[in-house]
T-cell receptor
């Protein structure tokens, strides 16, 4: 079956541009997570959705970062007025449900480079 | 708050030998889960193995086993009979199960494993 997909796989933006990163979770997966992975580091949590509700956005680094999942399936992470420190791989993960043990299935990531 | 520490930035192992990747953790949650993920150079995160804090036995999945020592707060990954395809970054991660809120994973900085032919 299809896994988590993300697009674009690579994005180059000039400083100050807005970008939108898309995540298609596995069909039927209730929970969706966004992580940011800087070069040479482990992923760090950004935000979490259960269906269409954004239950936790404590990891978003600034108000330039915004995420949505309006219909409880596809999610978009938007970064406004990009800065060089936003350069990272953005990973999306989904699980069947939020509670107890559930393996998080990760997408291939979007590598964002801000010039 | 949760914290994962992986103290080995890089490790080398001879093909067909076993290797242990270290992971220590810190959490105030009485109930939690520990995960290991593999990240090849292609970038995707591949789930390897899971250990629950109340599991009585150490988890095993094929060539992977988790050496869980709760009192020492360690969850080391053991890979037996290393293969060239095991060369990758390995991340230890955890999540808490108590309290309200989200269920995100907290990751360590990773260990780069290189398997030598």
């Amino acid at each position: 079956g299809a896994g988590v997909s993300q697009s674009p796989r690579y994005k180059v933006a000039k400083r100050g541009q807005d970008v939108a990163l898309r995540c298609d979770p596995i069909s039927g997966h209730v929970s969706l997570f966004w992580y940011q992975q800087a070069l040479g580091q482990g992923p760090e949590f950004l935000t979490y959705f259960q269906n269409e509700a954004q239950l936790d956005k404590s990891g978003l680094p600034s108000d330039r970062f915004f995420a949505e999942r309006p219909e409880g399936s596809v999610s978009t992470l938007k970064i406004q007025r990009t800065q060089q420190e936003d350069s990272a791989v953005y990973l999306c993960a989904s699980t069947i449900q939020g509670g107890s043990y559930n393996e998080q299935f990760f997408g291939p990531g979007t590598r964002l480079t801000v010039l | 708050a949760q914290k994962i520490t992986q103290t080995q930035p890089g490790m080398f192992v001879q093909e067909k030998e076993a290797v242990t990747l270290d992971c220590t953790y810190d959490t105030s949650d009485p109930s939690y889960g520990l995960f290991w993920y593999k990240q090849p150079s292609s970038g995707e995160m591949i789930f390897l193995i899971y250990q629950g804090s109340y599991d009585q036995q150490n988890a095993t999945e094929g060539r992977y086993s988790l050496n869980f020592q709760k009192a020492r707060k360690s969850a080391n990954l053991v890979i037996s009979a290393s293969q060239l395809g095991d060369s990758a970054m390995y991340f230890c991660a955890m999540r808490g199960f108590s309290g309200a809120g989200s269920y995100q994973l907290t990751f360590g900085k990773g260990t780069k494993l290189s398997v030598i032919p």
